[in-house]
């Protein structure tokens, strides 16, 4: 089922109406093919009465294809001051249904939004199979997409923001490239950082591609849409910030074999000893590459890295770039241990005996 709008100008209209043209600065490419923005919408799985939060609304294509799609209630989260008049106008044909926010995403606790809604749809629980009736969407600016994903992936793993409301889905585009690497399979040339901070949290899907011909003006590149559904329970037990250190050295080289990447982790004093041990404890080939690591091998990886740190303060805090690093020293920072794991409510059982295992998710 679909809400009708009043007529409104076309889309192409309304740029020409509000002489909106794209800035380069912002990453500005407009869809202006409702095909698509309602691709996007039904891909999302926006239904009625769902309420949605979406990220750069720019002239508000995606934003009419959420309307039509019956949400009973859409924030949307723009920077550019250009844009407001055009959203004010779509807002009024909303019937009061829609919100504006004239502020930058990166800034914005998108959980705040409804914090004091007493309408908002029910939270669920994050065990149960049912989604909370409520999304997050959009189409990111390129430059912003980046470090927004990795925000919104560590809000999702502290149960924080829209996420304290159970396992709301986010769908977002990106340029192809960096689609890919956030859907990685094992042993891919696209597996990479991303792609493990993503997937243990997760199950990004690439629900389809946008030609860069649809978009005006037509980027450099390709499009790829995905939708993320957060894991009832992630599949790696370690804080985001160690997961995403461990990470970002592991895939350092990553044509070279695993043990060069890990080596970063430590002082040049330690390197051999606690790369070695860490390998040894989670039987992993010291001459394997990094985009050959399964999830459960980063699994062991990362509950291994931890405890280092645990047993070393200060060791969390180093920074193989920086000269002036020691570890002595770094101790004695308030915050020389690693942050803590958050605190959950236990599981149920996933499995009739009450065992589960990693190798039941398809991506190891
Ligand atoms: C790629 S355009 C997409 C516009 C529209 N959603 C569409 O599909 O046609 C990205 C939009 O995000 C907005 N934007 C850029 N940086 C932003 C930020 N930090 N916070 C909020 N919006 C931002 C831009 O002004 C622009 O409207």
Redesign the pocket.
């Known amino acids: 089922m679909t809400s009708r709008l009043p007529p409104l100008p076309a889309l192409r209209d309304f740029i020409h109406m509000y002489r909106l043209r794209a800035k380069k600065i ?6 202006m093919d409702m095909n698509i ?1 309602r691709k996007i919408a039904k891909h999302a799985k926006v239904a009625q009465n769902d309420w949605v939060i979406e ?5 508000g ?2 934003t009419r294809a959420i309307l039509e799609a019956g949400a009973a209630r859409l924030d949307v ?4 001051n250009r ?1 407001i008049p055009p959203l004010q106008h779509l807002a009024e044909a909303a019937d009061s249904r829609m919100h504006i926010h004239h502020q ?3 800034r914005t606790e998108i959980g705040d939004i409804w914090k004091h809604e007493p309408a908002r749809p029910s939270s669920i629980n994050w065990h149960d199979s049912r989604l909370p009736a409520m999304h997050v969407i ?4 390129f430059n ?1 997409a980046s470090p927004l994903i990795i925000k919104y992936l560590r809000d999702m793993s502290y149960r924080r923001g829209v996420w304290q409301y159970g396992r709301v889905p986010l769908t977002l585009t990106f340029q192809l490239e960096v689609a890919k690497r956030l859907c990685s399979p094992i042993a891919c040339d696209t597996r990479s950082r991303i792609s493990i901070m993503a997937q243990y949290v997760a199950e990004p899907k690439m629900v389809f591609q946008i030609s860069g011909s649809c978009f005006v003006p037509r980027p450099q590149v390709d499009v790829g849409v995905v939708r993320f559904e957060p894991r009832k329970t992630p599949l790696i037990n370690v804080p985001f910030e160690v997961l995403e250190k461990l990470c970002r050295q592991v895939f350092h080289y990553r044509q070279k074999f695993v043990k060069k990447g890990l080596k970063t982790l430590y002082p040049e004093e330690l390197e051999d000893v606690l790369a070695d041990e860490l390998l040894k404890k989670c039987r992993i080939d010291p001459t394997t590459t990094s985009i050959r690591l399964g999830i459960e091998q980063f699994a062991d990886l990362a509950q291994g890295y931890y405890e280092q740190c645990e047993r070393h303060p200060g060791l969390f805090l180093y920074d193989y770039t920086n000269k002036q690093h020691v570890l002595e020293q770094l101790a004695l920072e308030p915050n020389a241990l690693p942050p803590r794991m958050p605190q959950f409510e236990t599981p149920p059982p996933e499995t009739e005996d009450g065992k589960w295992n990693l190798r039941d998710f398809n991506i190891i």
């Open positions: 912002l990453s500005q490419n407009y869809l923005t990220i750069g609304p720019g002239p294509g995606i989260v723009e920077i550019d844009f930058d995403a990166l959009g189409n990111l600016p912003i």
